[in-house]
């Protein structure tokens, strides 16, 4: 019982951090989109995790760990900046599977701009561009791993 407890605490401090990130980054606007994002949900379902075959973004969407939404407008332009969008580089699209992390940005018109990432590697919806991530990144989303 005391674990339980002590994990949904970690989680929600956790959470109130990506908030507080959110907020107090700068807030430059990095959609490719022509239209603002309006809100932003985040699926995460673990960097380590072992599974029996690799994960789809559906899979994380139905199974995450942790389910952020974002519907503040400055929150979600400083949460597009720490995806670093603008330094992703073609794919040859060899890493594209086992996601852990899902994001879904959705417009005023409600079209819908997702990104993937594997343990190594952000990647656009369909593969064709990406970048690497690191350590410092995946530390944003590795919630009881940092709270110890």
């Known amino acids: 019982m005391r674990n339980r407890n002590h994990i949904k605490w970690c989680l929600i401090f956790l959470g109130l951090n990506i908030v507080l990130f959110c907020w107090m980054s700068s807030f430059v606007y990095g959609n490719p ?3 603002r994002s309006i809100k932003a949900v985040i699926y995460y379902i673990g960097w380590d995790i072992e599974t029996r075959y ?3 973004p559906m899979n994380v969407r139905e199974n995450y760990w942790i389910k ?3 519907e ?3 929150e979600i332009d400083a949460f597009i900046k720490l995806l670093k969008i603008d330094h992703m580089t073609e794919s040859n699209k060899q890493y594209f599977n086992d996601f852990r992390l899902v994001v879904d940005l959705i417009d005023s018109n409600d079209k819908h701009i997702s990104y993937y ?3 190594e590697r952000l990647f656009t919806e ?3 561009f990406t970048r690497i991530i690191d350590s410092k990144f995946r ?3 590795s919630f009881i791993e940092n709270a110890k």
Do not use: Q
């Open 117 to 119: 990432a594997t343990k």
């Open 68 to 70: 952020i939404n974002i």
């Open 33 to 35: 989109s022509k239209e």
């Open 126 to 128: 369909n593969g064709e």
């Open 139 to 141: 530390d944003r989303f």
């Open 54 to 56: 690799p994960l789809t």
């Open 72 to 74: 503040n407008k400055s």
